[in-house]
């Protein structure tokens, strides 16, 4: 069965927004792809696009090679978690996934199920209005689930959860996408991202920034830099500029290195008596990726901060 | 004014003013009451003088009609005021901003109250002006009906009064929105009030149907009369308008008592 | 079976799981229920037999001409606030709390499920509706009759199985269906519950009060447009010179007919705003 969500040329302008700005990616399945951007970027935008919640201005989103409002059982192929407080607060759990699974024909006993799977069997006859945020958010997984669709859509789906919960989460997710399935997760944590997502999709401003593997996208970050601890500083830095490798101070008795290994310097000051009490290599993270790509493209900016 | 209730009212005179549903409120209020007033106006006519009698029509009242559907608007406005804050949870950052509750509540019914007598002023005033001349096309004219002109103490007094009836509705709704602090129900409370009885009360023979018109929230529109007839109310205009002033305060009270004691 | 008949049921199945699982619904029938009972044996406590003479001949002058059965239906005018309120929120609350979109994500055959919504809503209205109206004709007979209502005064005995009072009956239980419809359709139209109560509790009050201060042919003409007075035109037994001038079905006819158009632009409307 096909499992690829196909965007081509979607556009979507707000008055004089425009949202979604000629956007073209696919998402595969058998891979966790974790969809990426500034606030504002237009990812809520698009999914609701894709789900055909809102119309498109021009261009087109195919789920499983159809548009999705053409599907005769959506919730059987796509498990959407948009908003996780989207639920009545009168209503006991167990009866919003009952109205959800009734609208598909889904069998009344998977709603125990999926209650099961996210830990909230015991509170399924409370209503939602009582649920910490953590709570609600498994509710809203549990409805995604419940149909055990094949394609996964969810936006910040880690929000609220505790960090139990996230490590179950992330373990939930990899799992979906072993079996084959296609999930796609929005996050602002990059960190979240960098041990379950294997492929990004960013965008920034209702554009597409990159469209890469996890490793890939690693590999052509800025290299890794080596943090050195020692206080024979000067003598330090003067070697490692020999060698033509950069170097910076970022304390009394600290400095960055960039170009060259942990060993080389190693090797450098052992071979001149400089004494080292830490060397620390720093591997880029996707969060220095993401931050890398989405420079140009934020409309809503903190005051920059000296990155030291 | 202590500089608390001074910030107070500011900080509700800002969200009033940014509520999106209040511009729409506001122009429905005049629309209306105009609208309809003209309307009525319009299609009215009397023979009064060709008869050679006096005719017992109010011709004030006749202007200000409209008021009867202005009240859903002017009902919506009060109500959103104080809901609005519950719905949108911004009421935990008020009461977080201001810890004295109680000038919260009265802060925010001085915004509505100022919003309302001055849309309420608008809205009465222009329909007495617009539908003076159309009254007077349908036949209003002397010597059955002697012209009133906005200067006449009894206009001023309808037309004012009018302004401060709508008023007292705003502000009870405000009140019973704080109690029960839901838009639909609050809404169809106020609005049941204020308009099924009118109907409600065509139900009930004479006396009992007056007797219930007088004690009932719109008894203030009693202000409107100038001219004394067979169903004038025997409370006369401002006793009508103290009953819907006591309407108005009893959810008041009853809103500062809600208020100060729940948990937010 | 078609694609489109089995997701009309799924519509309905799951329409009617939310609806029944939220309170506000029990608590509106219910209040729909007492008002319309509670107004109607008020109304009649208070009506008195002015005008009928001992041993006056029905129909002919001398003898009164109180509509019982219409007067002891009458609580609908009011319980109907509660009925015009369970609509707007069947519609309203999917808007204010998202559920919107996850209804529309499950079923995006959009017409189908408003259409099944609407349903769901007149099933129960209807039931209560004729419970409510039964019951105050049946609790109302027994008090008319002390206050003076009996056939020495011209006032023939009513049951039950009269047809102008089964007609009526009947007829004002389709009344409150079609109304609480009306306001879901509005409700589904202005998406915020407090405009769409204000609009459609105005539609339904303004032209009564509109009425009083009109003068014919105005007034007869309002009265047959209006969807309040129409509609409960059904509940008429006797003629009278202040009945609304219009047949007691063409008068449902004209509340059903506010509530079709009103649906038919909600529908319209759904299907094209972005959710």
Same mark, same amino acid.
Do not use: C
């Given at each position: 069965m096909d499992t690829t969500i196909a965007?081509?040329?979607?556009?979507?302008?707000?008055? $004089?927004?425009? $949202?979604?700005?000629?956007?073209? =990616?696919?998402?595969?399945?058998?891979?966790?792809?974790? =969809?990426?951007?500034?606030?504002? %970027?237009?990812?809520?935008?698009?999914?609701?696009?894709?789900?055909?919640?809102?119309?498109?201005?021009? !261009?087109?989103?195919?789920?499983?090679?159809?548009?999705?409002?053409?599907?005769?059982?959506?919730?059987?192929?796509?498990?959407?978690?948009?908003?996780?407080?989207?639920?009545?607060?009168?209503?006991?759990?167990?009866?919003?996934?009952?109205? #959800? !699974?009734?609208?598909?024909?889904?069998? @009344?006993?998977?709603?125990?199920?999926?209650?099961?799977?996210?830990?909230?069997?015991?509170?399924? $006859? @409370?209503?939602?209005?009582?649920f910490s945020l953590g709570m609600t958010q498994r509710l809203g997984l549990a409805a995604a689930l419940l149909g055990d669709p094949p394609i996964l859509m969810l936006d910040e789906p880690v929000n609220g959860l505790d960090p139990e919960g996230i490590v179950w989460i992330r373990g939930l997710l990899r799992s979906l996408a072993a079996e084959g399935r296609t999930v796609l997760v929005t996050s602002h944590l990059m960190s979240e991202l960098q041990g379950t997502a294997d492929h990004l999709v960013v965008i920034g401003r209702g554009r597409l920034v990159a469209d890469a593997s996890v490793d890939c996208l690693l590999a052509s970050a800025s290299n890794a830099t080596v943090d050195v601890r020692t206080p024979d500083?000067?003598?330090?830095?003067?070697?490692? %500029?020999?060698?033509?490798?950069?170097?910076?101070?970022?304390?009394?008795?600290?400095?960055?290195?960039?170009?060259?290994?942990?060993?080389?310097?190693?090797?450098?000051?052992?071979?001149?008596?400089?004494?080292?009490?830490?060397?620390?290599?720093?591997?880029?993270?996707?969060?220095?990726?993401?931050?890398? #790509?989405?420079?140009?493209?934020?409309?809503?900016?903190?005051?920059?901060?000296?990155?030291? | 004014?202590?500089? /608390?209730? *001074?910030?107070?009212? *500011?900080?509700? &005179?800002?969200?009033? *003013?940014?509520?999106?549903?209040?511009? &729409?409120?506001?122009?429905?209020?005049?629309?209306?009451?105009?609208?309809?007033?003209?309307? /009525?106006?319009?299609?009215?006519?009397?023979?009064?003088?060709?008869?050679?009698?006096?005719?017992?029509?109010?011709?004030?009242?006749n202007s200000l009609r409209g008021i009867w559907l202005g009240q859903v608007p002017m009902v919506a406005l009060g109500a959103i005021a104080m809901t609005s804050e519950f719905a949108t949870g911004?009421? *935990?950052?008020?009461?977080?901003?201001?810890?004295?509750?109680?000038?919260?509540?009265?802060?925010?019914?001085?915004?509505?109250?100022?919003?309302?007598?001055?849309?309420?002023?608008?809205?009465? /005033?222009?329909?007495?002006?617009?539908?003076?001349?159309?009254?007077?096309?349908?036949? +209003?004219?002397?010597?059955? +009906?002697?012209?009133?002109?906005?200067?006449?103490?009894?206009?001023?007094?309808?037309?004012?009064?009018?302004?401060?009836?709508?008023t007292l509705l705003a502000l009870f709704a405000t009140g019973v929105a704080a109690i029960v602090r839901h838009t639909t129900t609050a809404t169809t409370l106020v609005v049941a009030v204020f308009l099924a009885p009118t109907v409600a009360m065509e139900f009930f023979p004479g006396q009992l149907r007056e007797l219930l018109q007088q004690v009932a929230p719109t008894a203030g529109l009693s202000i409107q009369i100038t001219s004394p007839r067979y169903d004038t109310p025997p409370l006369?205009? &401002?006793?009508?308008?103290?009953?819907?002033?006591? &309407?108005? /305060?009893?959810?008041?009270?009853?809103?500062a008592w809600t208020i100060g004691r729940r948990d937010v | 079976m078609s694609n489109g008949a089995r997701t009309i049921t799924r519509a309905l199945r799951s329409e009617w799981t939310k609806l029944r699982s939220v309170s506000s619904t029990a608590w509106l029938l219910l209040t729909t229920v007492v008002v319309t009972i509670g107004f109607g044996l008020l109304v009649s406590s208070a009506v008195d037999t002015s005008g009928g003479a001992p041993g006056c001949v029905p129909g002919r002058p001398g003898c009164g001409d109180e509509d019982v059965v219409l007067n002891s239906l009458s609580g609908a005018y009011l319980g109907q606030i509660a009925t015009v309120a369970l609509g707007v929120l069947a519609a309203t609350s999917d808007y204010a709390t998202g559920t919107n979109r996850a209804t529309f994500a499950a079923i995006p055959q959009r017409s189908t499920v408003v259409i099944a919504k609407s349903a769901v809503l007149a099933a129960p209205v209807l039931a209560t509706g004729l419970?409510?109206?039964?019951?105050?004709?049946?609790?109302?007979?027994?008090?008319?009759?002390?206050?003076?209502?009996?056939?020495?005064?011209?006032?023939?005995l009513v049951s039950l199985a009269d047809p102008p009072v089964a007609r009526a009956i009947i007829g004002t239980a389709l009344y409150l269906g079609v109304i609480g419809v009306f306001g879901f359709a509005v409700g589904t139209i202005t998406r915020r519950a407090g405009s769409a109560i204000a609009i459609t509790l105005a539609i339904v009050y303004a032209p009564a009060i509109l009425s009083l201060m009109l003068g014919e042919p105005l007034r007869g003409w309002l009265q047959r447009l209006s969807p309040m007075m129409s509609g409960l035109a059904v509940q008429r037994t006797v003629p009278r010179a202040d009945s609304v001038p219009i047949g007691t079905w063409a008068g449902l006819g004209v509340a059903a007919a506010w509530s079709a158009v009103a649906l038919v632009t909600a529908i319209r409307l759904v299907r094209r705003r972005d959710a």
């Open positions: 965007i081509r040329g979607l556009t979507k302008r707000y008055g $004089a927004t425009l $949202a979604v700005d000629d956007l073209t =990616f696919s998402i595969a399945g058998g891979r966790v792809t974790g =969809f990426v951007g500034p606030n504002g %970027a237009g990812k809520s935008t698009t999914m609701r696009l894709i789900l055909g919640l809102a119309a498109a201005d021009t !261009g087109v989103a195919l789920v499983g090679g159809e548009p999705y409002v053409d599907k005769r059982f959506p919730l059987r192929e796509v498990g959407a978690l948009l908003d996780a407080t989207a639920i009545h607060p009168g209503r006991r759990a167990r009866d919003h996934l009952l109205w #959800l !699974g009734q609208s598909n024909d889904i069998p @009344r006993s998977r709603v125990d199920e999926v209650l099961e799977l996210v830990g909230l069997s015991a509170v399924g $006859a @409370r209503r939602a209005g009582g500083v000067t003598a330090l830095m003067s070697l490692v %500029a020999n060698t033509g490798a950069s170097v910076v101070s970022t304390d009394r008795d600290a400095v960055t290195v960039s170009g060259l290994t942990t060993e080389r310097i190693a090797e450098l000051a052992s071979g001149h008596r400089i004494r080292l009490y830490e060397l620390t290599l720093r591997r880029p993270t996707l969060e220095d990726v993401y931050l890398e #790509l989405t420079r140009d493209v934020l409309d809503h900016e903190a005051g920059r901060q000296d990155r030291t | 004014m202590s500089g /608390l209730a *001074r910030r107070g009212l *500011r900080a509700e &005179w800002i969200k009033l *003013r940014s509520v999106r549903s209040t511009t &729409w409120t506001v122009l429905a209020i005049v629309a209306v009451t105009v609208g309809v007033s003209a309307l /009525l106006a319009a299609v009215g006519s009397t023979d009064a003088n060709k008869a050679g009698a006096t005719g017992d029509d109010d011709v004030v009242v911004t009421i *935990r950052t008020t009461f977080t901003a201001l810890p004295h509750r109680l000038n919260t509540l009265a802060a925010k019914a001085t915004a509505v109250a100022v919003l309302a007598l001055a849309v309420g002023s608008v809205a009465s /005033l222009l329909s007495f002006l617009i539908t003076q001349p159309l009254l007077h096309g349908g036949g +209003y004219v002397g010597p059955a +009906y002697p012209i009133v002109s906005l200067t006449d103490t009894s206009a001023i007094r309808a037309v004012a009064g009018t302004a401060v009836y709508l006369g205009p &401002w006793g009508g308008l103290t009953v819907t002033a006591a &309407w108005t /305060l009893a959810t008041l009270l009853g809103a | 419970v409510a109206s039964a019951a105050s004709f049946l609790l109302g007979q027994p008090i008319l009759h002390t206050n003076g209502f009996v056939p020495e005064q011209g006032y023939p």
